[in-house]
């Protein structure tokens, strides 16, 4: 079999900005959805791609475009058999039929952007759907086969007590989802919330949090595999596994960041800038760099340090690091105190 490669598609629309979310996106543009939607799939199509084995369109908002001509893009990729395709969802966008017409293109994973279950976090983090909404939309990708799904929750939002955060996770829970992302509020610099500190997040609340997801999750069937990431076993993301092991992957469309064989690379970060590269025949880049060897090493031990396997044992220098890391003489593991402190303890990889 050949090596795994990804393509990541990224839609940058949105129909309202939430005042946490600092990707490239925008809610002012949507007259240029039609130009894009064809130069993603001139770009692919010019690209000549080998095979593919994981797709995840994500944004923005993927569900906010048309879905037919998102298939038309789908359908420009080289995809194996056997590739996961994911496309990223707003509850409040999703019908029957728009699923309907991503399963016949081929969509076998969608990730539902929940981020909570409590009706005044969400307000708080400026959500337009509701509990219902991620109801009806869990139950419209079941009544179309679409065979496995993520729900992605935000701790930390404005007002969340520790009880309402056990309510989204049960909550959730009962929808019985294959793969749950729990991601704590992160402080984007430029983002109106950076600027409103009251309400930003505490880091011992996030704690409690992040412990409570852990229990509630793991008891329920689907341990942790990398730190935000928990999964029934073999519904774990291949598409962010390939991530994390530093596989191959090309991103399209505007801001899309691709990795090859050490070489990093980012797109234009406008639509319009994207549109007009593709339409006069030139690059999409907008900058680059090439990692020599130790860097990609270390990134390398990074990026394992936050997954379920670890690292190889001489990797880390755990002296001082008892409760936070757990050897076994081949590997070393992240505890559940470690994962709270990745960062930290990925500064002693060696
Ligand atoms: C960029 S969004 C795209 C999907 C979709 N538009 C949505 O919002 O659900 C992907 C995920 O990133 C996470 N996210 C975005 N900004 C974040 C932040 N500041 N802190 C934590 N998670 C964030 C959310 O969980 C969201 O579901
Ligand atoms: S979090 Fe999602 S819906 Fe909100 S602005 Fe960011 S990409 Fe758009």
Redesign the pocket.
Known sequence: MSEPFGVYVHIPF?SQR?D????ATWTDRHHLQGAYLRALRADIERSALGPVSSVFI????PTLVDGAELASVLAALPVVPGAEVTV?C?PDDVTPALFQTYAEAGVNRVSI?V?SLVPHVLASLGRTHDAANVAAAVAAVRSVGIPTFNL???YGGAGETLADWRTTLEGALELDPPHV?A????V?AGTPLAADTARHPDDDDLADKYELADDLLSAAGRPNYEVSNWAVPGHECRHNVLYWQQGDYVGFGSAAHSHRRGRRWWNVRTPERYIAAVEAGQPTEAAGEDLDLDAQRIEGLQLALRMRDGVPAGALDTEGLEGLVIADGERVRLTRSGRLLANEVSLRLR
């Open positions: 949105c939430c946490y979310c600092a990707f994500g944004g923005g908002t990223e707003n952007g981020q992605d929750l935000i992302s991601y704590a509020l992160t984007e």
